[in-house]
């Protein structure tokens, strides 16, 4: 039980927004250990951002019915009230996103932005340490030239190095768990590859938990130990990942599976 | 500093005109050539001339002084009913659009009301129960200011509150206020500047109505706006007299929407 970090039991998130309600996770349960990195797979539009927002609390309540149980460290967070879960929040729980050019603060510097959590979590640090901290942190995600990255806009960065600054922003306060929702997505084939390794390492280093989430099944079965495959909100199948890739039992599984272009498959054998 | 250049042209010929406004509202402060409210009996309706080189109105009084003088004023006016607009245009419309829900649905409904009827007309009724002079003038005009920029702030929000960067703020742990007028706001700037500049195009032209009407600077001061409306009277014997302060409010407006506009273009 000890090194049980998440557990979500039973989670149904359903729209209320349009005249039919809109059940767009049904019934999800999965587990998570502490420095175990796990793999959510799935087509577009199967849930599995709406699953992630549910776990970092970032749902808007208003328009949605959320039912069921995330237990993060033994304590309920999903329908725990914002005040609650914010002090743990963000010192816990880092998340990147899919979308490099819309995950940083435009009008900000990098340095600024990096510093954030650090300002709400770690009042008692001076400046001098949060620069410290910062430039670390920077280096930590492997950027070249900390210091002057540190200054610059996020329209000066790259989509790599963007998404390198918004890892190096959620590990920062090095959380328990990272949610990486489709984090490699928008880039190049060979960043992509940088970024999975960098994942890799944190995990590594920091023993930090990781929900990487991705349509790219080649990318998931590298990095990730486990795996829960998703379909219209529901899990499909969840297991060990090379178990899975081996003997898929569902039929969208194995399409899957069948639907990786044959030439990774080839090298990734 | 980006080079003068690399601005749009009008933008650059914008910035001129608003310089020299700029520049003669403070000379206004500190100098004028005449008592702006001094009568000289000898000079009634005199036309301009190297000794008043706007002439001077019917009870003799120097009206490149009283120029001066009056676009401060109306300056003034039109800045204090922008700053109202914008405030309180900024507070609404941040927390409206940033929660959404009944807040929402309330506020909008009202700011709806308000924003049909047109400003002018709120803000005589503001001044026909609360009374004339400068003071209500600002309030009832900053009032009426506040539905137009609550709409843009508003949409604004709305645009800036599921970006990821203020999902990862929220995640962080960073208050409602915070991420509201630290992370989201400076992003609005944009918009909010050149609606602001056409803001206060619409405070100088509604202060000079308002003037005009005589609810708003009171005899002997004078603005802009009270200056042609004194100068109706004559405006066949002494154009000059309603010509002058036309002019300035033109070009007050004129630089400013040139400005208004090179902002956007960029
Ligand atoms: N505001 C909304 N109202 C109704 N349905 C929504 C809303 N937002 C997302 N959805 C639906 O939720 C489903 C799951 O979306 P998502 O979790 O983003 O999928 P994924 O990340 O797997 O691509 C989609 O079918 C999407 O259409
Ligand atoms: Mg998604």
Redesign the pocket.
Known sequence: MEDLLLEIKDLNIE?H??DVP?R?VNGLNMKLKRGEILGIV?E????????AMAIAGLLRRH?MKIGGEINFEGTEILHASRTEIRGFQGDDIGIIFQEPMTSLNPVKRIGWQVEESLRIHRPEMSKAQRYALAIDSLKSVELEEPEKTYKKYPHELSGGMRQRVMIASAMICEPKLLIADEPTTALDVTIQLQIVKLLQRLNREKNTSILFISHDLSLVKQLCAKILV?HD?RVVEAGDTLEIFTHPKEAYTKELIGAIPKVEKMKQL | MKKWKSYPVNFRIGAVITGIMLLLIVVGFFYTPYNPTGMDNSAKLAAPSLRHIMGCDNFGRDIFSRVLKGMGNTFLIALATVAIGVVCGIIVGAFTGYYGGWLDEILMRVNDVVFAFPSILLALVFVSIFGTGKYNVVLALGIAFVPSFARIVRGEFIKYRDMDYVKSARLAGVSSLRIIFVHILPNTMTVLLSSIMIGFNNAVLAEAGMSYLGIGVQPPDASLGSMLSEAQTYLFSAPNYAVFPGLMIILMVLGFSLLADGIKER
Do not use: A, C, N, Y
Not at chain 1, 44 to 51: A, H, I, N
């Open positions: 729209f927004d349009h809109e767009v799935g577009s539009g199967s849930g599995k951002s709406m699953t328009d998703m909100g």
